[in-house]
């Protein structure tokens, strides 16, 4: 278990408002994403950070910000939401041995709906 | 960036039959990762393959890595209504991770 939790879990927003997610882990790891999943799409990065404010853009940055000021806490920001980024959003950590270095550990998801 | 393409989108088998997917990149892969993500819950790491033409099996499930490394495939003998979900592909390319479009399963009892 790699001690991954969202928040919220659900969200319902308006249009034009801004939204933050959370991704909180509990063991240090130094390697943070965020994904996001669309039928059709499958998982495509965001952004991911490897380490206290050192972040950088994944392939669908364009209208999402992050922050990561500590390192259990990696924040994505919809500065002001539109309806395609109605999604369900994963954040994921890295895996911290050699044998687990390229595996991806997935928090349980944040389903976001933007009316 | 890297694109991963996995076909096909939707699988529906028969309880015991066989089901395969598979996953193709124009490009060289350095490895390939699967993923089985259950109906409402979150991805979860199967298997890493990187050498050519590697291939590992787990219980029912074998998987494969191209000679080229440019394709692999995921194939479940006779499934069983524990497999329904839907399987990812993906690779890495440094510390960017790409996910395959995915294949969901139905298996009808």
């Known amino acids: 278990d790699a001690g991954i939790t969202q928040s919220p879990r659900h969200k319902v927003t308006e249009t034009g408002t801004p939204v933050t997610l959370r991704c909180h882990q509990t063991?240090?790891?130094?390697?943070m994403y965020w994904y996001r999943q669309d039928p059709g799409h499958g998982l495509r990065l965001i952004h991911y950070?490897?380490?206290?404010?050192?972040?950088d853009k994944g392939e669908v940055s364009d209208g999402y910000s992050v922050s990561r000021s500590k390192t259990e806490d990696f924040l994505l920001t919809l500065e002001s939401a539109t309806s395609s980024q109605t999604s369900v959003y994963f954040c994921?950590?890295?895996?911290?041995?050699?044998?687990?270095?390229?595996?991806?550990?997935f928090g349980p998801g944040t389903r976001l709906t933007v009316l | 960036g890297q694109q991963v393409m996995q076909i096909p989108q939707y699988q529906h088998v028969q309880e015991g039959e066989d089901f395969t997917t598979y996953c193709n990149s124009s490009?060289?892969?350095?490895?390939i990762q699967w993923y089985k993500q259950r109906p409402g819950g979150h991805p979860v790491f199967l298997i890493q393959?990187?050498?050519?033409?590697e291939v590992k099996k787990q219980k029912r499930l074998t998987f494969q890595f191209g000679e080229a490394k440019k394709n692999s495939s995921l194939h479940i003998t006779a499934t069983q209504t524990t497999d329904v979900g839907t399987y990812f592909c993906?690779?890495?390319?440094?510390?960017?991770?790409?996910f395959g479009t995915g294949t969901s399963l139905t298996v009808i009892p």
């Open positions: 993906a690779s890495n390319t440094g510390n960017q991770f790409y």
């Open positions: 950070s490897y380490g206290v404010k050192d972040t």
């Open positions: 490009t060289t892969l350095s490895n």
């Open positions: 393959l990187v050498k050519s033409g």
């Open positions: 994921a950590i890295r895996g911290w041995t050699p044998d687990t270095y390229n595996e991806q550990f």
């Open positions: 063991e240090n790891h130094r390697y």
